[in-house]
């Protein structure tokens, strides 16, 4: 197995099975600074391999590159006795989250205890309140994303190394968060092994 097809298949179980169960917030195509309150759209979070693209040049029918989850690869080693190899890697989340929309907001349903509902579009629209809660988004995200993991053993056929456990933490820039407001970043990493399957041809000089 090599190191390309471990990632891409990491990758793709990610998707599957972690960003599959979640939907986030992406932002309107005419919403720029001054018009956070536009309407936004619930999207299931796209899965990269090593690198997020740039927005223009996404894979088909994906629509930004903000939500999303990418497998990176931190380090690797083989052990030339167990003939097993070893990939150290991280995934990284990211979420875009401005503050509430009208839509995100649910009040009691009048004359029916316990049931909810969302303010009629056009009073919708008009409410918006800006703050810095959208962390919990990318943060809901690595929580998805933790118990996909320690739930299993294997994804897509690949051991994840339990015993060295799971770390995470967010995105940081010199020890300090940093503000990247309307932006939220986070990462886990994990290690798993793979069996190292070499094949060799021998040139003969005669």
């Given at each position: 197995m090599s190191v390309v097809n471990t990632i891409e298949r990491l990758a793709k179980w990610a998707g599957e099975n972690i960003?599959?169960?979640?939907?986030?917030?992406?932002?309107a195509e005419d919403s720029g600074n001054e018009s956070y309150n536009q309407r936004y759209e619930l999207v299931t979070p796209a899965a990269f391999a090593m690198f997020v693209p740039e927005n223009d040049r996404l894979p088909p029918g994906v629509k930004s590159n903000v939500p999303s989850l990418c497998v990176r690869l931190l380090e690797g080693s083989d052990s030339l006795t167990e003939n097993k190899?070893?990939?150290?890697?991280?995934?990284?989340?990211?979420?875009?989250?401005?503050g509430c929309h009208g839509k995100d907001i649910f009040r009691p349903k009048?004359?029916?205890p316990g049931?909810?509902?969302?303010?009629?579009?056009q009073e919708a629209a008009g409410c918006f309140t800006r703050s810095g809660?959208?962390?919990r988004d990318a943060w809901n995200f690595v929580d998805t994303a933790l118990r996909a993991i320690e739930s299993t053993e294997t994804m897509d056929g690949i051991r994840?190394?339990?015993?060295?456990g799971i770390q995470f933490g967010p995105l940081k820039e010199q020890e300090a968060i940093p503000d990247l407001y309307p932006l939220w970043f986070a990462w886990l990493t994990f290690t798993v092994e793979y069996p190292i399957a070499r094949s060799h041809s021998w040139d003969c000089l005669l």
């Open positions: 960003c599959e169960k979640v939907r986030l917030k992406l932002p190899g070893r990939l150290r890697v991280q995934m990284g989340f990211s979420a875009w989250d401005t009048v004359g029916n049931a909810f509902e969302q303010p009629p579009p809660d959208g962390w994840l190394v339990k015993e060295e």
